[in-house]
Structures are given as C-alpha cells and as structure tokens.
C-alpha cells in the first residue's frame, strides 16, 4: 500500500455506483491529504456497457466480466454497489477470499449473509465495510465499531426509516396515514410498493445489522420482533400530544442481563427525548454505553449521493488500515441468547374505552395493580356515557402488561379490546425506558 | 506493530488519565479483537507519585520522569491528560519529534498551538489525535476527519459548552439566569469560576478546533467572535417561545464563498431544528456538507469516563492505522481569507421597544427596507403607551442589519436601543441561516 495510486473497482454503476466514481475524482485531493493515496476506479461491473448513463466512466472502465475484476491483482478493494442477493453475494463472497476488501451497500445481504460474509473475510484477513447498509451516509457503524470501542453499549434506539417518520410527521400536522403516505410517493420517500418500509421490515432488517454491531452477536432478520405503522390512526397522534409525546416507529436493540432482545415497532416518545425531534424523512440512532452515557446521530437515511459518500467514507477507512489487522475480525464473537419477549420492559401508553360509570377506573387500576403495572399518568375523557382512559405506565414487563390488559379487556364495563403502545421515555439510564 | 503487547504512556493520572487506564483494561479483549492489540499503560506522568488516589496502577507505572517516557523504545504510543499548556505543549512536540504519536484531550492546547503541533507531528510523519479536546465523547473529529472526507463541509453549526446549555435550558423552564447559574454549579456543570463558559471563551475555544478541521485551514480564538449568556434575559426567552423557537449559545463556523466565518453567540433556534432539542448539558454539533446534507451528533460534552472513552478511541484508531499513512497530513492544507463581520448573512430576531402611535410601525419598516431587510414575522405587545415590536427579518447581511437599527434608534419614537439576535431555522440550506 506505498503506491500513491490505488486501483479499485465497482460492482455496479448505477446511481450510487457513478456517485462513488465522482466523489472520488471531485475529491481526490482531499483523500490523497488524508491517505497519502488517490483512488482510481478501474473496473466497473455491469450488465450493459452500452446502456445511456448520464455519467460515463473512461473508456474501458465498464466490464461484464467479474472474473476479470477478481483476478486483477492491481485492484485494491471492491465497492459493492449493485444491490440484491443473488449474484451479489456470491461476487461479495469470491472477492473476500481472493484478498479483496470490500465494501458494501447492500442492506439485505448483509442483514442476511452476514454470518458467512464475516466469517470469510476474518478468515481471508480483509476487511468489510458497510456503512452505507445502515442509515446512509449516518456513520453509525463506524462509530460503533471504532469511537466505541471501550464502551459497553447496552442500547440502541433508532428512527431507521425515513418514509414512516415522513408519514408519522405529516399526521402530527394533521394528515391523514393515506394522505401522508401519497405525499410521501411523490416526493419520492416512499417506493411504489411501500410494504416493506410500512410494515417495519425494513427497519428490522437495518436494527438486526445494528445490534449484530453493537453487541458482537449474530442477530438476523428472524430474531427481530417487528410491527409496522399501519395501524397507527389520527387518535394515536392526538393522545401523544395530549400527553406531550409524539408517535415514531422505534427500532429498539436492548442488552438485558446478558440477553439480546431486538424489536421495531409504533412507540410514544416523550418530546424532550432527542428521537422526537426528529421529523420528516429523516434518520436518527441513539446509541447508550457506559462510559459515553448516550450519542444520538442524526441524518439523511437514504439518497444515492448520500449512500455514495458513506461508501467512499469506508473505502478511504481500508485504505488507511490495510495491513494494521484492524477491524478484520468478525463482528461476532459471542452468541447471546435471545430475552423471551414477555421478559422486555418498558413503561407504556395503554388505551381503554370503558363505560362512563363510578368505579370502572377503580377496576382497571386494580387489574394492572395486580400486574404489577403501576400507572404513572392519566387521562380521562367522556362523552355520551363512554369513557377513553389515556394511561402511562411505569416501567413494566410486557407479559405482565399483557395479562392486565387480558383482565381489563373481560371486564363488564371496557368496550373493545384495550390497546398499547410503548413509551420512550428516558434518557440513557439503564433500565429505564423501552425495552 | 506486530506484538500483540502495545505498550502506551500517560502524561497525567487524575480523573481522566486513570479513568484511561481503567477503560483500557476493563476493555482490553474488545479491543484486542478489533485492533490485535492488547495496549498496557507502561508510564503515567505525575508531579506526586505518593499522593493518595482512587485508582493506583501497578507499583513503577507513576513516574515523574519524562524523559524516561520519551525515550522508552518500547512506548508506541502517549495520551496527554494532564492539561494546561506549560509544560505540556512542550511535552507534545518533544513526543511527536521523538517519533511518538500522541492523543490529547486538550482543548486549550489544540486551539492555541494547534499550527506547531500538526506541523510538528507531520514532519515526523506521526498522528496527532485529539477527539477528547472538543465534546468530550461525541466523535465529531473522527467524522470530519474520516467519514466525510469525501463531502465539502461548508457550516458547523453546534451546541460546544454545557454549562450555558444547561442554564438556557433552566430558564426556558421558568428560571433566571443566576438561579440557573446556582444550580449549574450545584451539580457540577459549571466551575467555581464560570467566566470562560457563561462568556464564550470555552464555546469558542472548540469552534476555532472544529473550523480548522472542518476547513482544512487554521482558525485561532482570536479569529473567533464571541458572545456569551449574560445579557440574555428572561424577556428574550419569552419571546423566543412566543415565536415557537428557543434561546441557544450557537457556535458558527461557515464557509461563505472561500471566506471564513467563525463565531458563537446566543440565537433564537426554531423549534424544529435539531438543535433546539439539545437540552440540559448536553453537546450537539450539526455538520452540513455537499454530499450528506446534514449530520447532527449529540451527547454529553464533559464528564471525565466521556472524555477518558474518547481518548481511547484515539489510541485504538492510532493503533488501526499505524504505518498506513492514514491521518499524519497537517489538518491544515490551505489558508482561507477571514469574511468581514459585516458580510456575515442570517435571520434576524429584532426587538425595539416605541412610542405606541400610528405610523411608528410604517417608519421602522422603512429603515429596514431601505437596507435591503425584510420582515419575516412580526409580533407587536402594547401596553401603557408604549409598544415592543418583535421582528424576524429573512436573512440580511449584517453590516445592512446594523445600519437598518442605527437608523431606528435615530427615530423620535424609539426607546432605549433596539437589540438583535441571530436566527437559526434551515436545515441545511446553504446560504440561509445564521452565517
């Protein structure tokens, strides 16, 4: 690595892909300063060299050959920018054991190749990056992994989907879920096809990559309890607000005595926490350690400009420590058992709608009392001889929260069965909060 | 850098050198996992090495010999956390010419011989570290210097000292300001002697570290304009709420056509902007560049494990990337022109206090348009008499801002001195915003 320049190449040329090229040549002073080393891409995987492109590398540069790309011992390391599972994976595989670093984009594969990508490149002895994989151009990854390194991080909380919390700000001003979710199409925050990003699936996939990181244990896509927005309503936001909270779709990786428990899903968050100031399309991560308290990053969590920069960030990171042994360990190197679901604590907004009659709060409160939930705030609003009660509970465990509200929901008096959500709350004091 | 065993001295022992210690050990198998090192503290400087403390290291670690540290073959590397410039500036460079790299938590001496030191350390073609010298545990230095090498940062904008967060925090929720002082004290936010924090001195201090390393060109304190928190009052808190935003102490850094333009100051922050959720004495810098468009980091800014964390990150990432190359270029590549005070562009918050009679309104609003600021808001209070006019004008340039309230003041109906804040409501618009 004493060569000023360094050869390396891409495996796609799309939009994050040319991004990439540009970044590099716009900004090859300022690397060539920071490295001593100016990157050159060299080859560029296709599928057709001759498709119009609005950027157009050097003749030469776009190949279908990946075996060519491979074989090539001038090249460095490899940017993984094509997306997809298959051939993807098995490039990303074949470079790792030929001796190629690479980096990669791709959060799909590695929420669900992970185990074998890691596994091949501690083997091989080189690097893989993917800062780009999680939350764009948010270096949380890097944070993670290198400004943290001697702070146990116990949890991580984020916003890691900009199109719901584009949906949710929307209807904090008043719009309605379908409303919110059209505007957010056209200003192309959402895909045609929002499934994945409403349904949360797709912030499960960026929180398994998350607390995989975090807490050094294989987490996957099948480990991670998710739970979209959809069913989030107008009454949602208002009780929020009421209680000066706001509605966002939380991913939450939490270290409970030694065990691993990984959830997205709706939560109340309290106003003066940092994640509810985080509006619009945007992406945010708190990360809570022991020596560090609580880092909270914030962000654009998505667009190709973006993703690229976090790309080249991490081809400038193995340049600057190739042959320094760092970061060529897997991220794994323990296996932590998953906390059974009814074992997650968090304090949280329940909603009941009861019959407006003397006693009936009585009721309920001796049922969540004999839960152990106690309850932290109410409110009580009635209208044509039906009651809404608005309640916040201290810290409690979700089975025991569950068999309150089983309880509740067989009382005479409560209408419909009773709902909750969880509250976050609490800034970084351990066991406190959503768990 | 092949052993496994990295030996590393300590200049200093006190709160933060042996909270250093204590993360290193406590921490060593993460660390060795991702470094393939295990970093021992071998010396640690100290004036008294018989002095009762909280934490001893093994017996022959003290040393109040430096030289010994200097000349030990074997240390790879040495943390300065002794503080204060005499003798430790001369320390540092002795370290650096010895061919030693070194980390620093110390802000006075990074402002202040930042030039010498980074000249220094390049010569000899070592790192020169220093994430603990601003925001304690919050890893903007890694990120600038890092994850956005490929991304023109052109504003910093950031909440750098606690204290003063902390006490526009209290009075927000209804406190004066020597109350809020009291109190800061009382919990330890702020020194007996609170001079360098409630007049800026500090906050300046970490915006002079971060625009030079933002801009790759040095910025001292004496070319940073520095307000403080002592004249900002109960009044302005109020009308910062009735205009939905609050009252920050903002440090500015901003790149302005290839001028520079650092200083820190109260503002009125909107309450959508990430930095009006910075509450208490928490830190948050935003970083605003080309590709990213925004990042905020936030977290606490002092505390001595906060400070002792970042340290470490510094030694495990000089340890990563020893021998690359990676990091041993002088921060500063260019020397970019100062932009004249006057030239500086932002939204305004105006109060001016008049006669209430028609017409007054009319003549105010033409001084300020005769200088090209327009009014943005307007809210008018009258009582006995008299009427307080609060203005929010789009962003002006502030020579034009000053000669519009000369003019005002000149009126026969103003009263007292009209005073002006700046404002800061984008979200990463270039060429909006407090400048």
């Known amino acids: 690595m004493s060569a000023v320049d360094v050869p390396v190449a891409l495996l796609g040329y799309g939009t994050v892909g040319s991004a990439v090229d540009r970044l590099l040549a716009e900004n090859a002073e300022d690397i060539e300063r ?12 296709v599928r057709d060299p001759e498709k119009e492109r609005p950027h157009r590398p050097p003749a030469g540069v776009l190949t279908t050959d990946f075996a060519a790309i491979r074989e090539d011992p ?29 980096v990669s ?9 992970g185990a074998e990508l890691f596994r091949t490149a501690s083997e091989a002895g080189v690097q893989l990056r993917f800062e780009a994989s999680v939350c764009a151009a948010i270096p949380v990854i890097k944070i993670l992994r290198e400004a943290l ?17 584009f949906i949710l700000t929307k209807m904090e001003e008043g719009a309605e879920y379908f409303e919110a979710l059209a505007e957010a199409k056209r200003l192309g925050y959402a895909e045609a096809d929002p499934t994945e990003d409403v349904n949360g699936a797709d912030a499960a996939a960026k929180m398994a990559i998350l607390a995989t990181i975090a807490f050094g244990s294989r987490v996957t896509l099948a480990d991670v309890a998710y739970d979209g927005i959809e069913a989030v309503t107008g009454a949602h936001v208002a009780a929020a607000r009421e209680m000066e909270m706001v509605v966002r779709l939380i991913g939450a990786a939490t270290l409970v005595d030694g065990k691993l428990d990984v959830r997205v899903g709706p939560a109340l968050v309290d106003r003066h926490h940092p994640l509810a100031a985080v509006e619009g399309a945007m992406n945010a991560v708190m990360l809570q350690g022991d020596a560090i308290r609580e880092i909270t990053l914030e962000g654009p969590g998505a667009g190709g400009m973006e993703t690229a920069s976090a790309v080249v960030a991490d081809m400038v990171s193995v340049i600057g420590t190739t042959g320094t042994g760092f970061l060529q360990n897997d991220a794994c190197w323990r296996e932590l058992p998953r ?26 409160a001796l049922r969540l009392a004999e839960q ?17 009660l608005h309640i916040v509970t201290h810290e409690a465990s979700t089975g025991h929260l569950q068999a309150a509200l089983g309880a509740i929901a067989g009382l005479p008096e409560t209408r419909g069965a009773p709902s909750a959500l969880p509250v976050v709350s609490d800034r970084g ?6 768990a």
Do not use: C, F
Not at 153 to 161: A, E, F, M, T, W
């Open 34 to 45: 920071a490295t001593g080393h100016r990157l050159r891409v060299v080859h560029a995987l």
């Open 74 to 102: 001038s090249v460095a390391l490899v940017a993984e920018v094509m997306g997809g599972i298959e051939p993807t994976g098995g490039y990303v595989l074949d470079l790792l054991r030929a001796g190629k670093p690479v």
């Open 105 to 113: 984009a791709n959060k799909q594969l590695i929420a669900r190749e």
């Open 149 to 165: 390194v001697a702070t146990n991080v116990h949890r991580v909380l984020g916003i890691v989907n900009g199109t719901t919390n």
């Open 339 to 364: 906390l059974p679901p009814e074992e997650a604590r968090s304090p949280y907004y329940v909603r009941i709608d009861v019959d407006d009659r003397a006693g009936v709060l009585a009721h309920v």
């Open 372 to 388: 152990d939930v106690s309850i932290a705030r109410l409110i009580q609003h009635q209208a044509n001889g039906e009651a809404a």
């Open 429 to 434: 004091v351990p066991g406190l909060g959503w």
